[in-house]
């Protein structure tokens, strides 16, 4: 179960678990968030494929936001070898993020990656990168 969004419209700081189901349910509910839902699924499956079974996901994607432009989903590459993982998502300069956008919507990145520029890891930087406060971010297990 996740917690009700705040008034400025994210959910609370924090990592909080959810199925699948309560995920599509909280945030896919509208014609922007779906198409958006619909590639995110296929970058999910990618990794699954890949053999990874928690992601966490933020951006803005998890808010309140009618129009979301994309989301950052993290994973986490310490308990597999990330030359499993597909070359789309496995390399990090801009060339390949924007391959990525365009093909899965969003972003994906080592949760232990550090954020360019910002010296924090990518799980710390998008926990925090919202001028209202901390942004809470959810963890899916795709078992």
């Known amino acids: 179960m996740l917690p009700a969004f ?16 309560v995920f599509e349910e909280t945030f896919v509910w509208s014609a922007r968030r779906r198409a958006l839902y619909q590639q995110m ?4 499956g990618v990794l699954h494929e890949s053999g ?11 808010s309140k936001a009618e129009h979301p432009s994309e989301f950052k989903v993290l994973y986490d590459c310490d ?8 070359a789309r998502l496995s390399h990090f300069d801009k060339n390949s993020r ?10 994906f990145f080592p949760a232990s990656f550090r954020a360019k520029g910002t010296g ?7 926990s925090s ?8 971010l959810v963890a899916l297990s795709l078992m």
Request: net charge negative; hydrophobic share 40%; glycine share 16%.
């Open 6 to 21: 705040l008034t400025n419209g994210m959910l609370p700081g924090g990592v909080h678990h959810c199925e699948l189901a």
């Open 41 to 44: 699924l296929q970058g999910l």
């Open 52 to 62: 990874y079974r928690m992601l966490i996901v933020g951006g803005e994607f998890i």
């Open 79 to 86: 308990s597999l070898s990330i030359e499993t993982l597909d």
């Open 98 to 107: 924007l391959i990525a956008k365009n093909q899965w919507g969003g972003h």
């Open 120 to 126: 924090a890891t990518w799980l710390h930087y998008l």
């Open 129 to 136: 990168d919202s001028s209202a406060g901390q942004r809470g």
